[in-house]
């Protein structure tokens, strides 16, 4: 796991965590961008409290680790000022077959979007407004409830 405010490649990264596993059949990876949806984005300005942010990102990645048969896991955040199209953050899962791998990533990403302490702060033309919880990424979440 890394937070961290540099940016990084997600192929060369890719291409790390693919390697360091035997008895792998399966590797799923995710990155995100910062989307600009009305082409009016300035920034985005993304905040932590770095304990914080890494406990809790080590716990859900440990709940994955409990849930599915994996191999390997990475999760990697941004914090700091990013513009659009800027990569922000990426999941990768190993496993030794791909629906365990799928599943563990999509559950990570779910809960990176909807519960990871990250704030962020969105600068447009028209001034800056800190970005909300939407209802479907906290309805994609709750499928996992146990």
Do not use: C
Request: charged share 30%.
């Amino acid at each position: 796991m890394k937070v961290q405010s540099a940016p990084f490649d997600p192929g060369a990264e890719l291409n790390a965590f693919s390697s360091s596993g035997q008895n792998v059949g399966a590797v799923v990876s995710f990155t995100g961008l910062v989307r600009d949806v009305d082409d009016s984005l300035k920034e985005m300005i993304i905040e932590h409290y770095p304990a914080m942010t890494e406990r809790a990102i080590a716990a859900i990645v440990e709940e994955a680790w409990e849930r599915w048969s994996l191999s390997d896991a990475l999760v990697i955040h941004r914090h700091g000022v990013l513009r659009a199209g800027d990569t922000i953050m990426m999941v990768a899962t190993s496993s030794k077959h791909r629906a365990d791998a799928f599943a563990a990533a999509d559950f990570l990403m779910d809960y990176l979007k909807s519960r990871a302490p990250f704030w962020k702060k969105e600068v447009t033309a028209k001034g800056e407004d800190w970005v909300e919880s939407k209802t479907a990424d906290e309805d994609a979440l709750s499928r996992w409830d146990r």
